[in-house]
């Protein structure tokens, strides 16, 4: 026999090596069988927008032409294209052949430089060594979460707010607290109800704005108080900025970071909605630490943390500097003026319809409208209110379930204008078909 032939017998207990016998030692008290289960981790991996939208199991009407204003994409339509001196950048990198391997796992030193560059002010100076490149905005904010926080601890998130935040955390094992943002407010924080959820296991507070849904910009001055907040009850804060600077005329983006000294911030942001290209997954961490608060800790951890994907795409790195450098001014002022334009007609549109209630926005992509639900008796929520607006009119507008706030829905505002225009007809011949006064209401007391 030869001597490296290894045979089994049926049972699977024995094995015989070159001719001799030989029992495996088997497990103590462990009898072998398959059993191959999801990790805790997967388990508790929950995308609330997946969830509802997968569950909503309506066809459209086939009679009328399908209008989604559900998706966070600008680029669907075709309608928003980057400028073509970001798209020659990615040529102009991959052409040059150098960037084809691996880069430290933080992002090459060149590529961090002119981000700390492009976002450095006097106010909040930055340096290469305060960036850290990722793969996307989300893996920005997923490391953030990771280096503050350890299972069992909570973090402070905006409700209605983006629903990742509350995906990553609980696959970690982080609890997530929610804090109110006021519509009739502009969506300001409600400060006193933030301040009163703090407490010796809140491991970090989530800002976002610009806001995803609610297309709000914070004033300098309500930042500063959300500020006081963070530093009365010593809580670092993770910004997701990720919009910065996609603001209307009439509103400034103020990165947070400018208005504090002594609150530590981990501001997370990227190439995905400024320069309109979300699938090249290029994000960046920038850390904000005068008072070294943070200290060496947080930096090291977020760098072995970078160390488990190494980090992001190599050539959209390459092409980083030219695209931070050459964007022309014209490109964020057409795209910005787009959406100013597109919000304006969405909110105009839809302020006209009895029983719905639009927020102006001031930035981002989005709406939010309020259903005065009353007048809709035959819809038991927003859910069922959007999923009738699919099935009768094929018009897709996400529920604000999603993002914790019942009875509102989100309106993507990156649509072509004659699109946006057909969404809020069709909205509109929708309401009045299912509007009923409500019993005691002015108009019902006019009859």
Request: hydrophobic share 40%; aromatic share 8%.
């Amino acid at each position: 026999m030869d001597p490296y032939v290894i045979e089994m017998n049926g049972s699977g207990d024995h094995v015989s090596v070159g001719g001799r016998s030989s029992t495996l030692g088997k497990a103590k008290g462990r009898k072998a069988r398959w059993s191959v289960k999801p990790s805790d981790m997967a388990n508790n991996t929950f995308n609330p927008i997946r969830a509802i939208v997968d569950s909503m199991k309506v066809k459209p009407n086939p009679d009328k032409t399908m209008i989604s204003l559900s998706i966070g994409d600008p680029t669907v339509f075709g309608n928003l294209p980057t400028d073509p001196e970001v798209t020659q950048a990615m040529k102009d990198a991959l052409d040059s052949g150098k960037y084809n391997g691996y880069a430290p796992s933080i992002g090459f030193l060149s590529s961090r430089e002119e981000v700390a560059s492009y976002y450095h002010c006097p106010e909040a100076p930055l340096e290469a060594k305060d960036v850290i490149l990722t793969s996307g905005c989300s893996q920005a904010i997923e490391l953030c979460l990771a280096v503050l926080a350890n299972p069992g601890q909570n973090i402070l998130v905006p409700r209605p707010g983006f629903s990742l935040y509350r995906t990553l955390a609980e696959s970690m094992g982080i609890e997530v607290k929610l804090y109110n943002l006021l519509p009739e407010k502009s969506w300001e924080i409600d400060l006193k109800q933030l301040e009163s959820l703090i407490d010796e296991k809140t491991a970090c507070l989530i800002v976002n704005n610009p806001s995803n849904p609610c297309g709000s910009v914070f004033s300098r001055s309500h930042l500063q108080k959300i500020l006081a907040v963070a530093a009365r009850q010593c809580v670092p804060i993770l910004a997701d900025e990720i919009y910065g600077d996609m603001v209307f005329s009439g509103s400034k983006f103020e990165p947070l970071a400018t208005l504090s000294t002594n609150v530590p911030i981990l501001s997370c942001g990227g190439l995905a909605k400024r320069w309109l290209v979300p699938g090249w997954r290029l994000g960046w961490i920038l850390i904000h630490d005068r008072r070294d608060i943070f200290g060496n800790e947080i930096r090291d951890g977020l760098v072995k943390l970078s160390q488990r994907i190494l980090g992001p795409c190599t050539i959209v790195q390459g092409a980083l500097k030219s695209i931070l450098r050459r964007t022309p001014q014209e490109f964020y002022h057409d795209t910005l003026s787009f959406l100013r334009s597109n919000a304006d007609l969405c909110y105009g549109a839809l302020a006209a319809i009895p029983g719905l209630r639009p927020v102006r926005p001031s930035g981002a992509m989005y709406l939010m409208v309020e259903i005065e639900m009353e007048h809709f008796p035959e819809f038991e929520n927003d859910v069922e209110f959007t999923e009738r607006l699919i099935a009768e009119q094929s018009v897709h507008c996400l529920p604000a379930t999603c993002f914790e706030y019942p009875n509102f829905f989100r309106v993507v505002i990156t649509v072509p204008e004659v699109m946006m225009l057909e969404a809020c007809s069709r909205i509109q011949e929708f309401c009045e078909q299912h509007y009923h006064h409500a019993e005691g209401s002015p108009e019902e007391c006019d009859k």
